[in-house]
């Protein structure tokens, strides 16, 4: 009988997967093909065996989280042909490395199977790549129960010459988006296609994006270009305008159709205004998937306030060095918090907070304590040993003996010219702060450089910092009104208002750059990676120096 039944189903899978979107059996463009609807129910009766399976896994490892780790380092180190036999000996022989140092790259993301084949193996594994999209589509599932609809979620994402994969990548019947619209070799092109097939469907329950800056830049194209998106979406075509391979551009004009009453309505929509315009194009959408690390935040805080007034926002996963590591099994609070999960990388940490000064001894994952702060020290897959990544947690609290995390800052966008040590999150509340004494002005986006990073053109000046700032309401400002932003770190940074005493550091030479400029750097950048508020690369600051308007 066992037998029987599961000939039964695998029969059907293969029937469905023919008559997935480019099967042998698929017909329409348009229309969700009924090969699809039950392949994705299949799919979706596969995801609660697995949820099953990955929930127990989950409880029985994070209340033993030392031998957990114990094992998944001897199943890494037995990967390469290493002989240590535990994390004490481990650590003893090999020393902290900087990131870069174990090959340069972030490590890339392996090639991933897909559908009711991944959920399948998911319910035997518990390798980080099947765990925690099942228990993330878990978590959605409950809290947002129409967002495992089919093709209900669009994808925003792009990575240059390759596919990231999406947050539920087993379940690839979840989008609406083509997997190809990602790929193509430039970005703002690539968020335009993923825009106007999300707009097709009115139907959407969830929007997702690989950082909340590519959503931001998203809507962004459709605030300055829907007319030109609803021409697209009557005529069933893509831009003449846009740079597309002649292949990329024939197979996805393939799949659009002309929709002249979901164009009017688009245009109806936009011509209202942007508050609350997510909602109002996507009328049952419930949530916002994306991530928002560090440098990220002000443009959450944008879309919160505006396009995406009134929804949720949901970041499922915490990653560092393209290692997964947590996931957030709690996306109704506010605040995002990460359970480590002990079976996905050996985890390290090194004390960070005030009076941690000394000898760079590491805690194991076991041995954290709720409060206090701890850099990340990281061992994984793609030859990433006891690496410092750059990141500074807390832990918040503890899931039986596992560690509920928050993140706290990124020690790569740390000002210093010094040694005085101006963190990312710091600087931007006293930048917000003397954006406030500018009457009129508001805040769109951001970035600063070390003096040093000018070379000989910053001339015979003290160090100091370049910040770059684009705003809306105001055309310039009086040096007066830029002296302010030195003014509010004097008062917030003891430190600094010293070196500025003494003349070790220069004012603060503040510039605004034309409007789109900051869109235009994530493009030139060429790296899906959070937004760095620190430039370090003389060609990105060349870049934003070359649009600066006063």
Same mark, same amino acid.
């Given at each position: 009988?066992?037998?029987a039944?599961?000939?039964?189903?695998?029969?059907l899978?293969?029937?469905?997967?023919r008559c997935?979107?480019?099967?042998a059996g698929?017909w329409?463009a348009r229309?969700r093909?009924w090969?699809?609807?039950?392949?994705h129910w299949?799919?979706l009766?596969v995801?609660?065996?697995a949820?099953g399976w990955?929930?127990?896994?989950?409880?029985?490892?994070?209340?033993?989280?030392r031998r957990?780790?114990?094992?998944?380092?001897?199943?890494l180190?037995?990967g390469?042909?290493?002989?240590?036999?535990?994390?004490?000996v481990?650590?003893?022989?090999r020393?902290l490395?900087e990131r870069?140092?174990?090959g340069?790259?972030?490590p890339?993301?392996?090639?991933?199977?897909?559908?009711a084949?991944?959920l399948?193996?998911s319910?035997?594994?518990? *390798?980080?790549?099947?765990q925690?999209?099942?228990?993330?589509?878990d978590?959605l599932?409950r809290?947002?129960?129409?967002?495992?609809?089919?093709?209900g979620?669009?994808?925003?994402?792009?990575?240059?010459g390759c596919s990231?994969?999406?947050?539920a990548?087993?379940?690839p019947t979840l989008?609406?988006?083509?997997?190809?619209?990602?790929?193509v070799?430039s970005?703002?092109?690539?968020?335009y296609v993923?825009?106007?097939?999300?707009?097709?469907e009115?139907e959407?329950?969830a929007?997702?994006?690989g950082?909340?800056?590519?959503?931001?830049?998203?809507?962004?194209?459709?605030?300055?270009?829907?007319?030109?998106?609803a021409?697209d979406?009557?005529?069933?075509?893509l831009?003449p305008h846009l740079?597309?391979?002649?292949?990329?551009?024939r197979r996805?004009?393939q799949?659009?159709?002309?929709?002249?009453?979901?164009a009017a309505?688009?245009r109806a929509?936009?011509?209202?205004?942007w508050d609350?315009v997510?909602?109002?194009l996507w009328?049952?959408l419930q949530?916002?998937?994306?991530?928002?690390?560090g440098g990220e935040?002000?443009?959450?805080e944008?879309?919160r306030?505006?396009e995406?007034?009134?929804l949720p926002f949901?970041?499922p996963?915490?990653?560092?060095?393209?290692a997964?590591l947590g996931v957030?099994l709690?996306?109704?609070?506010p605040?995002?918090?990460?359970?480590?999960?002990?079976d996905w990388a050996?985890?390290?940490?090194l004390?960070?907070g005030?009076?941690a000064?000394g000898?760079?001894?590491?805690?194991l994952l076991a041995?954290?304590?709720?409060g206090?702060?701890y850099?990340?020290?990281?061992?994984?897959?793609?030859?990433l040993s006891?690496c410092?990544v750059?990141?500074?947690?807390?832990?918040a609290e503890f899931h039986?003996?596992c560690?509920?995390?928050?993140l706290v800052?990124?020690?790569?966008q740390?000002l210093?010219?010094?040694?005085?040590?101006?963190?990312e999150?710091r600087?931007?509340q006293s930048l917000?702060?003397a954006?406030?004494?500018?009457?009129g002005?508001?805040?769109? *986006?951001y970035?600063?450089?070390?003096?040093?990073l000018?070379g000989?053109s910053s001339?015979?000046?003290a160090?100091?910092?370049q910040?770059?700032v684009?705003?809306?309401?105001?055309?310039?400002?009086?040096?007066v009104?830029?002296?302010?932003l *030195?003014?509010?770190?004097?008062?917030?940074?003891?430190?600094?208002?010293t070196f500025?005493l003494?003349?070790s550091i220069?004012p603060?030479?503040?510039?605004?750059?034309a409007?789109?400029a900051?869109?235009?750097?994530?493009d030139?950048a060429g790296?899906p990676?959070p937004?760095?508020?620190?430039l370090?690369?003389?060609?990105l600051?060349h870049?934003i120096?070359?649009r600066?308007?006063?």
């Amino acid at each position: 009988m066992l037998l029987a039944g599961l000939a039964v189903v695998l029969a059907l899978l293969f029937w469905a997967w023919r008559c997935r979107p480019g099967g042998a059996g698929c017909w329409g463009a348009r229309r969700r093909p009924w090969g699809l609807v039950l392949w994705h129910w299949l799919a979706l009766r596969v995801l609660g065996r697995a949820v099953g399976w990955q929930r127990r896994h989950l409880e029985q490892a994070s209340k033993d989280v030392r031998r957990s780790q114990e094992r998944l380092l001897l199943r890494l180190l037995g990967g390469a042909g290493a002989a240590e036999p535990d994390s004490a000996v481990f650590r003893a022989r090999r020393p902290l490395a900087e990131r870069g140092s174990n090959g340069g790259e972030t490590p890339a993301h392996p090639a991933l199977p897909t559908g009711a084949w991944a959920l399948l193996r998911s319910s035997c594994t518990a *390798d980080s790549p099947l765990q925690g999209p099942v228990l993330y589509l878990d978590v959605l599932s409950r809290v947002f129960p129409e967002a495992l609809s089919p093709q209900g979620t669009a994808r925003f994402s792009w990575a240059r010459g390759c596919s990231l994969p999406a947050a539920a990548w087993p379940l690839p019947t979840l989008y609406c988006t083509p997997e190809e619209a990602g790929t193509v070799p430039s970005r703002a092109a690539a968020l335009y296609v993923q825009l106007l097939f999300a707009l097709r469907e009115r139907e959407l329950r969830a929007l997702e994006a690989g950082l909340v800056s590519e959503l931001y830049d998203a809507l962004g194209v459709l605030r300055a270009g829907w007319e030109g998106l609803a021409q697209d979406l009557a005529l069933g075509r893509l831009s003449p305008h846009l740079e597309l391979p002649e292949g990329t551009r024939r197979r996805l004009e393939q799949l659009l159709a002309p929709d002249a009453a979901r164009a009017a309505e688009l245009r109806a929509e936009c011509a209202r205004g942007w508050d609350g315009v997510a909602r109002r194009l996507w009328p049952r959408l419930q949530v916002v998937v994306a991530a928002e690390p560090g440098g990220e935040q002000l443009y959450g805080e944008a879309l919160r306030e505006s396009e995406c007034q009134g929804l949720p926002f949901y970041c499922p996963f915490y990653g560092a060095a393209g290692a997964l590591l947590g996931v957030n099994l709690w996306p109704e609070q506010p605040d995002s918090r990460y359970l480590l999960c002990p079976d996905w990388a050996f985890c390290e940490f090194l004390p960070a907070g005030p009076g941690a000064e000394g000898p760079p001894g590491t805690v194991l994952l076991a041995d954290v304590q709720a409060g206090p702060e701890y850099e990340l020290v990281l061992t994984a897959q793609a030859g990433l040993s006891r690496c410092r990544v750059g990141e500074v947690l807390k832990v918040a609290e503890f899931h039986n003996q596992c560690p509920v995390v928050e993140l706290v800052r990124r020690l790569s966008q740390t000002l210093s010219v010094r040694g005085e040590g101006v963190p990312e999150e710091r600087f931007y509340q006293s930048l917000r702060r003397a954006v406030a004494m500018w009457p009129g002005a508001r805040l769109v *986006d951001y970035v600063c450089a070390e003096s040093s990073l000018l070379g000989a053109s910053s001339g015979v000046c003290a160090p100091h910092y370049q910040v770059f700032v684009e705003l809306r309401g105001v055309r310039d400002l009086s040096e007066v009104q830029r002296y302010k932003l *030195d003014q509010c770190l004097q008062e917030d940074f003891p430190v600094y208002k010293t070196f500025r005493l003494k003349g070790s550091i220069g004012p603060v030479r503040l510039h605004l750059v034309a409007a789109r400029a900051f869109r235009e750097l994530r493009d030139a950048a060429g790296s899906p990676g959070p937004m760095a508020r620190v430039l370090r690369e003389k060609r990105l600051l060349h870049f934003i120096q070359s649009r600066v308007v006063s």
